[in-house]
């Protein structure tokens, strides 16, 4: 069975620096695509970033340049380094796992598994 356990959140003021982790277990890691999902209050859950299969990243428009997505295949483990927090990133962050590559990594529909989520929240 597979399992996605996210943590690392928390709050932080505006300009600051998290990073999420998500250990995976109960599959073959690297043959799965990994991806960071947030939802805001009355918002729609979004793709921010992801990680295929051969390492290619994707990001959302809104976080390119101040996150980052990485993975430690040793340890079973996606990050989400984030930089330069704004207000409007504050929401629950969520891993998802998909087995196999996908053309759309940021698309939540793509996603076979989740975690529970983790809380993030930005203040100005």
């Known amino acids: 069975q597979v399992q996605l356990v996210e943590s690392g959140g928390g709050s932080v003021q505006s300009g600051g620096s998290l990073r999420l982790s998500c250990a995976a277990s109960g599959y073959i890691y690297s043959t799965y695509c990994m991806g960071w999902f947030r939802q805001a209050p009355g918002k729609e859950r979004e793709g921010v970033a992801a990680?295929?299969?051969?390492?290619?990243?994707s990001y959302a428009d809104s976080v390119k340049g101040r996150f980052t997505i990485s993975q430690d295949n040793a340890k079973n483990t996606v990050y989400l380094q984030m930089n330069s927090l704004k207000p409007e990133d504050t929401a629950m962050y969520y891993c998802a796992a998909r087995h196999g590559a996908t053309y759309f990594p940021l698309a939540r529909n793509e996603y076979h598994y989740w975690g529970q989520g983790t809380q993030v929240t930005i203040s100005s």
């Open positions: 990680i295929d299969t051969d390492g290619t990243t």
